[in-house]
Nanobody, 115 residues
Framework: QVQLVESGGDLVQAGGSLRLSCAAS????????MGWHRQAPGKQRELVGV???????NYVDSVKGRFTISRDGNKNVMYLQMNNLKLEDTGVYYC?????????WGQGTQVTVSS
C-alpha cells in the first residue's frame, strides 16, 4: 500500500506560479508511472500529465508549455510546476501512482487562480 500526500495548493493571481508536491510513502522510481489530475467545480476529474517509470512526461494540450512534472527519487516526491496560471486552472489537484495492477490516489490540494 502506497500513500500519497499532496501539498502546495494556494490562492494565486492569474499569470502567477505554483509548485505542487506529491510525497509518497514508498519508492516512486519503482512505480510504473505517476500522474497529476485536477477537478474543477462542477466538472469531472481530468488528467493533467503523467511521468512514466522511465521519466518520460506527457501533458494534456491545455497545460503544455506551462506545466512541468518532475520527480526526486531520493525524496520520493513528484512535483508539478505550474507557470502562467489561468483562471481555468482552478480546481483540486490530485496525484496518482500505479504499479503492478494497483493504483493509488492522494486526497488532493486546492489551487485557486484569481483575476
Amino acid at each position: 500500500q502506497v500513500q500519497l500526500v499532496e501539498s502546495g495548493g494556494d490562492l494565486v493571481q492569474a499569470g502567477g506560479s505554483l509548485r505542487l508536491s506529491c510525497a509518497a510513502s514508498g519508492s516512486i522510481t519503482s512505480m510504473n508511472g505517476m500522474g497529476w489530475h485536477r477537478q474543477a467545480p462542477g466538472k469531472q476529474r481530468e488528467l493533467v500529465g503523467v511521468i512514466t517509470g522511465g521519466g518520460t512526461t506527457n501533458y494534456v494540450d491545455s497545460v503544455k508549455g506551462r506545466f512541468t512534472i518532475s520527480r526526486d527519487g531520493n525524496k520520493n516526491v513528484m512535483y508539478l510546476q505550474m507557470n502562467n496560471l489561468k483562471l481555468e486552472d482552478t480546481g483540486v489537484y490530485y496525484c496518482s501512482a500505479w504499479s503492478g495492477g494497483n493504483s493509488y490516489w492522494g486526497q488532493g490540494t486546492q489551487v485557486t487562480v484569481s483575476s
